[in-house]
């Protein structure tokens, strides 16, 4: 698998945050999450649903993974999210076998995207200022709700 540039990475990325406008839109954590095949072809989507399901391992990677179903295989897949990923996200990155994760920002929150790159993942950040605007908004607007989401 060769190495992802920053273009496709970021046309990429649009999915994901439209996911995490449309999480915040529902009252939500404004984080989203697409799963693109090795071909380019989005597999699934999906955005934080903790508030919205009253269910606390709904994050968006969790919600775009099972929204992409059954694979035969993730390898050669690329996690597109908004945000670096938590531990637990990061845990299904590599429970499957997922190749790369594309991460829209890790300003607010460094998840466990350093541990995956340890692993072999494919890491590629983008720094995207419209990521970090709309989490630190949510963050400052919503401490008590985001502790709850990161464990704290």
């Not at 999450?33 to 072809?41: C, E, F, I, Q, V």
């Not at 076998?97 to 790159?117: C, K, M, N, P, Q």
Request: proline letters at 4%; one cysteine or more.
């Amino acid at each position: 698998m060769e190495r992802m540039d920053q273009a496709e990475a970021r046309a990429w990325l649009v999915t994901a945050v439209e996911e995490a406008r449309a999480g915040l839109a529902e009252g939500g954590i404004p984080i989203g999450a697409a799963l693109y095949g090795a071909d380019g072809t989005l597999l699934g989507r999906g955005h934080n649903r903790r508030v919205q399901d009253d269910d606390p391992s709904m994050h968006a990677e969790t919600s775009a993974f099972r929204a992409a179903g059954r694979q035969r295989t993730y390898r050669g897949t690329t996690m597109v999210t908004t945000l670096s990923p938590c531990w637990y996200c990061s845990g299904l990155v590599r429970q499957f076998g997922i190749s790369r994760v594309v991460i829209g920002e890790a300003t607010t929150f460094h998840g466990g995207h350093d541990w995956l790159a340890e692993h072999g993942v494919e890491i590629v950040p983008l720094d995207d200022p419209e990521c970090v605007e709309m989490m630190r908004d949510f963050i400052k607007n919503n401490p008590a709700l985001w502790n709850e989401d990161i464990g704290e």
